[in-house]
């Protein structure tokens, strides 16, 4: 979901990870508070006084947010679940769980969790600045703790808002799920909850905008298309697991692939295979071991005069893990493995013997009849996200 984010550290296991976007909402937050904030708080200081508190505040604010989305991380742990890692990103953090809660208990537990964190955060922000007056701190500290306490009570209270996939709207979900026994119906009706929400927020934030509150409004609508994507996408996950549930790759798998030899040329294969058969992904079999393949794409990345001169073995992509799974594996790994790496087409290969070819075409054919999607729709983006996040 984030293949631009920057590795920071680990703490319990978990990877704390920063996309690039986190900066541009760290950058804001300083700016806000440097000019607005801290400037109504504690009018008088210099310009660099408010510079420096306010940078301090948003390092308050990233430490609150790791800790908001760690609790999620190990409580989800608790529960057996696996969890990708923490990302901080212009929306805030995300827990990425790489599986859905196995009942509507630990749905509950991993989700509330988070906002309890930020509220006691936030109690404990809050007491201690009003005990700091006492101990003769500055006003600047004292007025920091005032900040770090209200962002935290803030963030808890948005995130308690039952809109899917916010945490309030992951714990209406385990309700539903509690009393209708069916996470699908749970995860609709969150869903619809969630747009609804999404729409609304956008809607005051236009209103905003023609108010002049140009920030604000901005802001409002940003927040409200991220929850408008994230919660279509977490149904239609949802969906596309339930379609591949229990299927394997070799009831969808190609079975009979076009291939072709190492001694081949390059000439040869695109005058008889790409051009005659128009196919662009062809495995490379000597004695009926798999090599590895050849696409069209790696063609191009030769000069047309040197196609003839140029054999197979000199430029296939040799058979491996990554592109080559067996007969066996459940779909799901499939997808999750194109989604991730952005590989059109996978080998299927057992004892170093090819079965099959598999393609991303194959399983969205397969998703849009099981689904009723239309091929033109949006399936395809869905694989490319992590199965649940938590804000």
Known sequence: ?????????????????????????????????????????????????????????????????????????LVARMFDLKVGGI?????????????????????????????????????????????????????????????????????????????????????LRAAIWHFKNDLMTATRIASRIGIAFAIFLMAVGLVSLFMSQTMGGLWQILIGFFILGASRSSYEDLVIKQILKGQTVHSLMTKTPWIAKPGDSVQSLVDTVILQKSISFIPVVEEGHLLGYVDAAMVQTIDRENWSDTKLSDIYVASDNSNTFLPDTPMQDIFTQMAKTGRRKILIAKEGRLQGVISFADLMSYLAIRSGLAPTSNAETIGKRKSAIYE
């Open 87 to 171: 990302t901080l990103f212009i929306f805030g953090g995300v827990a990425e769980l790489e599986q859905n809660p196995r009942n509507a208990a630990s749905e509950f537990w991993i989700a509330i969790v988070g906002p309890l964190m930020s509220i006691a955060l936030a109690g404990v922000f809050y007491t201690t600045q009003g005990i700091l007056p006492a101990v003769g701190a500055s006003p600047l500290i004292i007025s920091l703790f005032g900040y770090l306490a209200l962002i935290n009570l803030v963030l808890a209270l948005f995130n308690l808002v039952p809109a899917f996939p916010l945490d309030g709207g992951r714990v």
């Open 1 to 73: 979901m984030f293949k631009n984010a920057v590795d920071l550290f680990e703490i319990f296991g978990f990877r704390i990870r920063v996309d690039p976007s986190w900066l541009i909402i760290a950058a804001l937050i300083v700016w806000s508070l440097s000019t607005s904030y801290f400037p109504v708080e504690l009018p008088g200081l210099n310009r660099f006084d408010y510079i420096g508190i306010s940078i301090i505040a948003m390092l308050g604010l990233f430490v609150s947010l790791i800790l908001h989305e760690l609790s999620h991380s």
